[in-house]
């Protein structure tokens, strides 16, 4: 699949995304074949469901998935922070590939994510000392940044992906598995229409399928 070259004159979307949601992955492969059917430019960038859940009361399990989850989104903004804009939305959408191929396609997870730092710092040929930026705290600031301008966006009580278009940002649409060419042209529309309409909040339904990666 290849994408359009961006221009001015296209419409702009941007996804927020967190590289060990899975949901967000079956939403950015939509997202990408929306670009293939739409007037549309993506916009890649960073949140992270470890800053969302900080100090909240969760089930153990999912505290302990969220404990792990800082090290790729700090990988990604520590790789970026100093590139021109496009070259680091480049970066970071190849770093989104890298991490979700590893953590969701190949089924590893997360539970060695210092192990997968390594192999996709590895693969893009970026410095290894990244790896180590991102078992600390140094560019937390910027990424809570980041995190916080989609959070801006949709208000806080939902998670990732977060897209934005315009003044116009919705969370989701979760969705499994991806839809492909023009049905996920056809979702996009729908997506775009209840948002843009005036005192739209939600529309939901309770989720009895897992991602489907296919």
Known sequence: MTTPARTPSRPQAEMFF???????WMTSRWLMEVEEVRDLDVTWSVMSLS???????LD??????????????????????DLPQD?????????????????????????DLPSLITEVLEELDLDPAINEIAQGESVDDELR???????????????TPVIAIGDVAF???????APK???AGRLWDGCLLVAGTPGFFELKRTRDKGPDFS
């Not at 800053?51 to 909240?56: I, M, S, T, Y």
């Not at 153990?60 to 922070?81: C, L, Q």
């Open 87 to 111: 070259e680091a939305n480049v970066l970071r959408k190849k770093m989104y590939d890298a991490f979700g191929q590893k953590i969701h396609l190949d089924g590893r997870g997360t539970q």
């Open 145 to 159: 940044e980041s995190h916080h301008r989609a959070i801006d966006l949709v208000g806080d009580d939902v998670g």
């Open 51 to 57: 800053v969302l859940n900080e100090g909240r009361d």
């Open 60 to 81: 153990p399990d999912y505290r302990a998935f969220n404990d792990r989850g800082w090290g790729p989104v700090r990988a990604i903004i520590a790789a970026t922070h």
């Open 18 to 24: 967190d590289p060990c949601c899975p949901w967000a």
């Open 171 to 177: 969370f989701g649409p979760v969705v499994t598995p």
């Open 181 to 183: 060419g023009e049905e």
